[in-house]
């Protein structure tokens, strides 16, 4: 793979092919990804350290990639590529194939389980 990055995200790459309906999909998910295979356990400051994206922006797209099951959280700012991770870089996984997955733990990071909100006792109607 070519070390330069076009702007914008205008990369010849398997990506490019495929119909993202789902929206969740961006250009620098596969860089990412393969960041991650080369590194495994990587942080999002490191991936703005290697030019691909702001921290800020890969800590987002860290956390949607983890949704989706391709990376998993190692510890809080820690991700590690899956083996559904590494299926989707050889092209064996279609994003349209990577469901939600379970979110209380990305809300349990960010602080706003809306879950355990509602079991405090409180009416949710008020």
Known sequence: MD???PPDGDRPDDTDD???DE???T???DDIL???????IYA???IEQEGLCRGPDA???CRELTKRGLLERQAIGMYEITDLGEQFLAGEVHPSELA???EGEDADENGDNSEDSEDDGADPTE
């Open 27 to 29: 250009p620098v998910d």
């Open 34 to 40: 393969e960041l991650m295979q080369e590194n495994y």
């Open 59 to 61: 800590a987002y797209r």
């Open 18 to 20: 495929w119909d993202d």
């Open 3 to 5: 070390d330069t990055n």
């Open 23 to 25: 929206g969740w999909l």
């Open 100 to 102: 939600l997955e379970d």
């Open 44 to 46: 999002p400051k490191h």
